[in-house]
């Protein structure tokens, strides 16, 4: 079993930010024979116990986390620190476990949905049925550390020196069939051992605690219980040839409301077998309010950036979000910026451990009325760089550099950019992005010097103010005739003041044929930074580019060089009224007049829109949705060549221009999606151009393969997705993974 905290978060249009846990747990123990169990009131004193006892366990500084991964998981044997039932125990960020003789307790921990911030337990128990209970469990592997528990003033109530062990052992549950426990820090494994000539049929675990035990299409065994939902995984099932494990079909089998035993495929009788489930448990982050930007906004849907994960060089993650709750986890006043809420709602920003066990620090950060974030960095210091926007008249701009703006220009909605030091006590640096109309960020990107680059949109027509543009931009000026334009903004949060915003530009046009009523022009968006410093927008738009240069949208070196049209036209529409994605690279630093490296539109006759952008070191890589069925098709081995219905999302791969190819090439395009509607939000690229999206799906058939963590719907509106495409060279990709994530909560 795995205990671990996944580093991808996406936001729930319920209640709470959705974050999966893998625990792991057991699967097993003895057959419940006591006479009385061990109940939550009992359960709940232990947790109490084990926050004040010290142990020589490794410590959890997130320097020396790489090496902590490796460090064997401690198991405690009782000896008067617990209740006298239990036999073994141990302890990680999140759950407490108890072995008896009989029974295994699983205490996972929880915050309160009431007015008050306190932490109360889900408890599980899991046995098995008909196991012979004649041997107590036994610690194998005996660790150097030791366990103190000094309680209290009264020496007679301490507990020295006790042992520690690596794995537990229980002989003989069955005839011929052991069970094991063993691990590392953070996550904690079992295994059933089964001896040659033994019958796997007859192990079976019962669950108390779980209101109603099913098995998903995939194969895994769904537990509902307080607090979140536990999931065993199609069980692995092997046995060990030489050096060589060899993989046996199995699977669960579900024997009545709370129990399940394994099917078992083929497999050789003179060797030992080895089934081995996985328990993953789903929780939440947040407290007893909402924390989702749908529901917080009213828009429905899912929010771009909100939440927003980053992940630093030492795998420690960010999380930022909205929230309305006054009990956020982990606030304090004396080691918080802000220790609680003050508007409708605020900023929250969290920060964990590599391996997602322990939240560092959280924090509130926002004004008096509604703020909400649109990306978040990291930078080389650990700093910790967020952008969204505000509603509030008060947002703190009172970093220890002068911010650009203290105040709004307008009381409209406006951009926002703050850095905070790595624990998240100390406002570096923070400004409103404001001009006379409203300014909506909606990307963020942080480049190696620490400089913040958001785009989003803007109706604001100020000229040279700093904010939307300065003097040096590449478009000053709103362009004749539009009622909204992109933007682009380059923040140095290291200086202070009208020196801390060295650039920004509109990016747009002023002629759209699209109607007021069906949106605006200027829509969606997403910016990327290359380690050149070149910069990279997107998003969707209805502007024309028709050969008139004081209202054309920014067309240069394009793939595509017309709305709504084929790579292949060159006298462009002047009445086409759908959105197409646009991808355009700048550099910043180049004189005015050569900043633009190239835009094109990307799309086809029906309404397509970039929502999310990555770069590597030779192309970009952009998802979003679209409802065309005639997007212009590229790549080989593609995975999905037509659209699946409504809409879809996408993955597109842009090239670089050449001397020999001016226009910017497209290497890829995939649709990605069911009969419903289908959005890519987010993309990031690894070092061998493997593409992973996120996003979210109200499909009941969308692609899923390769051994997904959920493969069924699962009921209700919608629900997240991620995606793994492998690169194979030659423009040809493969995905390996696709699959629905959320549990039975939409996102």
């Known amino acids: 079993m795995i205990l671990n905290r996944h580093r991808v978060g996406t936001v729930c249009p319920g209640l709470k930010v959705f974050l999966s846990i893998a625990l792991v747990v057991v699967a097993g123990a003895a057959a419940l024979q006591l006479n009385s169990h061990l109940t939550p009131s009992s359960t709940a004193e232990l947790t109490q116990d084990s926050r004040t006892y010290s142990s020589a366990r490794v410590g959890t500084n997130p320097k020396s986390l790489g090496t902590f991964a490796y460090v ?3 198991f405690e044997s009782n000896q008067g620190q617990t209740d006298s039932r239990v036999r073994f125990l141990a302890r990680g960020k999140g759950y407490d476990l108890f072995l008896t003789q009989k029974e295994a307790v699983l205490a996972l921990r929880h915050s309160t949905t009431g007015s008050g911030s306190s932490e109360q337990a889900s408890v599980l128990r899991m046995s098995l049925a008909g196991a012979s209970l004649r ?3 036994s610690g194998n592997d005996e660790l150097p550390g030791k366990s103190n528990y000094l309680i209290g003033n009264n020496p007679a109530w301490w507990h020295r020196d006790i042992p520690q062990f690596a794995r537990v052992r229980y002989r003989e549950v069955y005839a011929g069939t052991d069970l094991v426990y063993y ?10 051992e089964i001896a040659p000539g033994s019958d796997p049929r007859r192990v079976e675990l019962r669950f108390q605690g779980a209101d109603r035990l099913t098995v998903d299409p995939a194969g895994n065994l769904i537990l509902p219980v307080a607090g979140g939902t536990l999931s065993l995984q199609a069980p692995r099932v092997y046995q060990t040839v030489g050096t060589e494990q060899r993989s046996i079909e199995g699977r669960f089998e579900l024997r009545g409301a709370d129990a399940v035993g394994f099917k078992v495929g083929e497999y050789d009788p003179s060797r030992t077998l080895v089934i081995d489930p996985i328990l993953q448990y789903s929780t939440y982050l947040g407290g007893s309010a909402d924390e989702a930007c749908s529901i917080i906004l009213g828009t429905g849907a899912p929010v771009s950036g909100c939440p927003a994960v980053a992940v ?19 606030v304090s006043c004396s080691t918080s910026l802000q220790c609680s809420l003050k508007g409708t709602a605020n900023i929250s920003i969290s920060k964990f451990n590599s391996s997602g066990t322990a939240l560092l620090f959280s924090t509130y950060l926002g004004g008096n009325n509604i703020d909400h974030p649109a990306g978040v960095g990291v930078d080389g210091g650990f700093n910790v760089i967020v952008a969204g926007n505000t509603t509030s008249t008060d947002f703190p701009t009172n970093g220890s550099n002068a911010a650009f703006q203290t105040t709004p220009v307008s009381t409209n909605t406006h951009a926002f950019v703050s850095k905070l030091d790595p624990t998240g006590h100390t406002l570096l640096y923070s ?13 963020l990107a942080v480049d190696l010097s620490g400089n913040a680059y958001v785009s989003g949109t803007t109706t604001s027509t100020e000229v040279g103010a700093g904010f939307p543009s300065t003097t040096g931009g590449y478009q000053t000026a709103p362009a004749s005739g539009s009622t909204i334009q992109f933007f682009l903004s380059k923040i140095n949060p290291n200086a202070s003041g009208i020196s801390s915003v060295p650039y920004s530009t509109y990016f747009g046009g002023g002629n759209s044929a699209r109607p007021a009523s069906s949106g605006p022009p200027a829509v969606g968006g997403g910016v990327a930074v290359d380690s050149s410093n070149n910069v990279y927008i997107t998003g969707g738009t209805s502007y024309l580019h028709v050969g008139n240069a004081t209202t054309d949208f920014p067309i240069l070196n394009a793939y595509q060089g017309c709305l709504d049209s084929a790579p292949s036209i060159t006298t462009c529409p002047t009445n086409v009224t759908a959105y197409d994605v646009f991808v355009a690279k700048l550099n910043p630093t180049a004189i005015t007049g050569s900043q633009l490296l190239y835009s094109t539109y990307l799309g086809g006759t029906g309404d397509d829109i970039g929502n999310g952008i990555t770069v590597d070191s030779s192309s970009a890589y952009i998802t979003g949705s679209t409802t065309s069925t005639d997007f212009p098709a590229a790549g080989t081995g593609v995975f999905q060549s037509v659209n699946g219905g409504g809409t879809d999302a996408f993955l597109a791969k842009l090239g670089t221009p050449t001397t020999a190819l001016t226009t910017v090439p497209l290497n890829y395009f995939t649709y990605l999606g069911g009969s419903g509607t289908d959005v ?24 899923n393969l390769n051994f997904p963590v959920q493969t069924g719907f699962g009921g209700g509106g919608i629900r997240c997705f991620c995606s793994q495409h492998r690169y194979y060279g030659n423009n040809a990709y493969s995905p390996r993974s696709l699959l629905y994530f959320s549990g039975r909560h939409a996102c």
């Open 72 to 74: 064997p998981m401690i």
């Open 135 to 137: 041997t107590e469990p």
């Open 183 to 192: 691990g590392h820090q953070g996550q904690l494994e079992y295994d059933f």
């Open 312 to 330: 630093d060089s030492s795998l420690s993650a960010y999380v930022v979000g909205s929230t309305r709750s006054t009990d956020f986890p982990d």
């Open 431 to 443: 400004t409103y992005l404001s001009g006379n109309g409203a300014d909506v960020a909606t990307g």
């Open 680 to 703: 890519g939000m987010g993309v990031a690229v690894d070092n061998i151009q493997g593409a992973r999206i996120v996003g979210w799906t109200s499909s009941t058939n969308f692609p």
